[in-house]
């Protein structure tokens, strides 16, 4: 690193980091935004809104993504406490909020700065006086109103309002964030999820208070001619919160945030943003797809976190206190997944001073403290901080970062389904006792957090002999996800036992078990493996797609090439694969040692497949070291990749890299494979749970050395983020 980069890089260590959306960069014209937060004199501005109070629907989540905004903005890009101003409850008003907008954002921003809107709450639609019969979207705030026949005004910020107030802001660099949806729901739940819209229809109009506010923006000289929008949906989507083990958040905010903890100065806005858009598919599938709203811009954003996070590398979280004279911390997890972050009780994390952020922040660096998780209650933790022997310990402070090193999970976890509301007692407590018969899998009741769903298909019409004959219906039983999508290959026959139809599906069960522990293994925001994966499309036409790489890993390599409307997709889209196409990942070994891997795919019914690199069913086809500075293709480069099947719906493929070959996983999938040759790189495991559970062995036993280098001793699964890799390529199979 050169003097002057190196100079400038402490000086930017002194200031904490920026955000802000460009809408410059938006239009593509220049770096001017860049240039702008590089200034030690830029400021940025936060108004964050939530609210869970309403009167006749209430949430739960809408406070908890209010304080991940504010943890994210705080610690990881560089907003001071007084310039971030936060309306929960009772205090956000319609009156509050506008009246916060105006002397918060609008009178003290300038030129330059960085201005973030956020409002999770409910949303509505509503009419208005100008143009009778024509519904307009709106925020619900916390003094809502009923209206009445004698009085139809309603007391909602209209959209139109808001984005009046964006284009009022003096600086170019700001952007909405809203966490809310409008479409009508009869119901305030579906499944497992929340909707933040009025369940309510709207017979109302806008309040003359809230006509006259918008008259006032909209006769403004200066208004500028866009506004940039991050919603949570579509207009006709919903939006939706979710229950975790201890908290209640937004799936939009929470996958956002977690997106933006792990982001790099060589990330691409738009790229993160498409990471959590796919996190919330995955959840909540077509219910809910985010959206990158430009209004009044005739092209996608294109936005570029390069330069904006100069003085920090990826985290998981930050300490936001130091108790015990030192000796304890708190932390905030906010950037782990939901997935990590349940069983992170155990689990060991780094804390870095400045000068290691900005040079590197490996443990040998003499700047790094350790931290043992000793316990958490939702998104914090206390920690204890690990004696370091010989090197005395510094002294920590509020608003470090952390980052994963040593990840500590039971060897017993589970899969939960919760009983769906809609099953009548009896069959609750038949199918409480057939659960009980399945090894590894619990049941909960509807409204508790769970991985699945359990309860009846649609009712089928059986017989109709004549009109004066009851219709006779038999209940048919199955899986479905959190938001009450059916998981394929899961529906019984009409007057299946609520007990045959769960051990029915037991197997299945099992498999949809494998991919969970399979998926507590991805860590491309901790792992420090040099290595990289590439998937690339060999027919219909031959491109690159898209790559994955751990984050925190030194780049030293060149990018793979992707083709320009590859490029597109990736930023703007989850990744989309049509059935039938043939597909290929290349891995690439960067570092200075050989590296193993292991590839498995899975579908939303929960067949998982594991992928070798040779024609054949090779015994050692694990076990085949990839040399530094070499590559591996796989599916071998003689099957000219792999035909794409399975269900309609999301698929995934996850690439894990090892230190160490997996000699037990090998082995367990010898055991589970029917003895007959089959010229097929690709087999679907007979024994999935086996296989996974051998596979987190492998990383365990690859992780010894490590974990016994820092005095852990524990029975759980103990996994060191320096030797191993789990690359996840989510896709949308159409």
Request: aromatic share 6%; proline share 5%.
């Amino acid at each position: 690193m050169g003097l002057k980069r190196r100079e400038f890089l402490q000086q930017a260590g002194r200031m904490l980091a920026a955000i802000g959306i460009s809408e410059t960069l938006w239009l593509r014209l220049g770096d001017r935004y860049l240039q702008a937060l590089a200034q030690p004199t830029a400021r940025k501005l936060a108004l964050l809104v939530g609210i869970n109070k309403y009167p006749d629907s209430p949430l739960y989540g809408c406070v908890t993504d209010v304080e991940l905004q504010r943890e994210l903005l705080i610690d990881r890009f560089g907003f001071a406490p007084s310039d971030i101003l936060t309306l929960t409850d009772d205090r956000a008003t319609r009156e509050n909020i506008e009246t916060a907008f105006v002397t918060h954002l609008t009178e003290q921003a300038k030129p330059g700065d960085a201005v973030i809107f956020h409002f999770s709450g409910c949303g509505s639609r509503v009419g208005s006086i100008d143009t009778p019969g024509k519904l307009h979207n709106s925020l619900v705030p916390a003094n809502d109103v009923v209206p009445l026949l004698a009085n139809r005004a309603v007391n909602d910020i209209s959209e139109e309002t808001l984005l009046l107030l964006m284009r009022s802001l003096p600086t170019e660099n700001a952007i909405a964030i809203l966490d809310t949806s409008y479409t009508y729901q009869k119901l305030p739940k579906n499944g497992n999820f929340r909707i933040r819209s009025r369940p309510r229809s709207t017979i109302g109009q806008q309040s003359i208070g809230e006509l006259t506010f918008a008259q006032g923006l909209r006769s403004r000289s200066n208004l500028r001619p866009a506004a940039a929008v991050l919603a949570a949906a579509a207009n006709s989507q919903l939006a939706a919160e979710q229950q975790w083990n201890g908290f209640t958040a937004g799936l939009f905010t929470y996958a956002l945030t977690q997106t933006l903890w792990l982001a790099t100065p060589a990330s691409s806005f738009s790229v993160s943003f498409s990471r959590a858009a796919g996190t919330v598919e995955e959840m909540a599938g077509l219910l809910q797809q985010p959206q990158i709203r430009h209004d009044n811009l005739t092209a996608p954003p294109a936005v570029n976190f390069s330069n904006l996070m100069l003085n920090s590398a990826a985290a998981d979280g930050a300490v936001t206190a130091v108790e015990d004279g030192g000796k304890t911390v708190q932390l905030w997890l906010g950037g782990l997944s939901a997935g990590v972050l349940e069983w992170a009780g155990n689990s060991v994390f780094a804390v870095s001073s400045p000068a290691a952020s900005i040079q590197g922040d490996s443990l040998g660096d003499g700047y790094t403290s350790l931290l043992l998780v000793q316990a958490r209650t939702g998104l914090t933790a206390k920690a204890q901080i690990l004696d370091e022997g010989d090197r005395p310990n510094r002294q920590l402070t509020a608003g470090e970062l952390v980052r994963e090193e040593i990840r500590v999970f039971p060897r017993n976890i589970g899969l939960t389904v919760a009983l769906d509301s809609g099953l009548e007692r009896i069959e609750r407590v038949d199918a409480t006792s057939g659960f009980a018969t399945v090894p590894q899998v619990s049941v909960v009741g509807s409204d508790q957090p769970a991985d699945y769903r359990f309860g009846t298909v649609p009712e089928t019409i059986l017989a109709e002999t004549s009109s004066d004959r009851p219709v006779l219906y038999q209940r048919r039983y199955g899986l479905f996800s959190l938001a009450q999508r059916p998981v394929p290959d899961t529906e019984g026959d009409g007057g299946e036992a609520v007990k045959v139809a769960v051990q029915r599906l037991a197997p299945q069960l099992k498999a949809l078990l494998a991919t969970k522990l399979l998926r507590l293994t991805v860590n491309e925001g901790s792992s420090r493996l040099k290595v990289r994966a590439v998937l690339s499309t060999m027919a219909p036409q031959a491109k690159v797609m898209v790559q994955r790489e751990p984050v925190r890993a030194d780049r030293t390599y060149r990018l793979e090439p992707m083709s320009a409307d590859s490029e597109k997709l990736a930023n703007i889209d989850m990744l989309s694969v049509h059935k039938g196409d043939r597909i290929q990942y290349r891995l690439f070994n960067e570092s200075d040692r050989p590296v193993y891997a292991a590839v498995f795919s899975s579908d939303n019914a929960g067949h998982l497949l594991v992928m070798n690199s040779q024609i054949e069913n090779d015994p050692g086809a694990m076990s085949v070291a990839i040399a530094p500075g070499e590559n591996l293709t796989v599916p071998g480069a003689g099957t000219f990749g792999w035909a794409v099947s399975g269900p309609i719906g999301l698929g995934e493929t996850l690439i894990i890299f090892s230190e160490k070959p997996f000699t037990r996983t090998q082995t367990a999938i010898e055991e589970g494979m029917l003895q007959v040759r089959n010229a097929s790189p690709i087999r679907e495991l007979l024994n999935p749970l086996i296989v996974v559970q051998a596979v987190l062995e492998d990383l365990h036993n690859a992780s010894i050395p490590g974990v016994e280098k820092l005095g852990i001793s524990t029975d759980d699964l103990a996994l060191d983020v320096n030797v191993w890799a789990s690359l996840s390529f989510v896709y949308r199979l159409v």
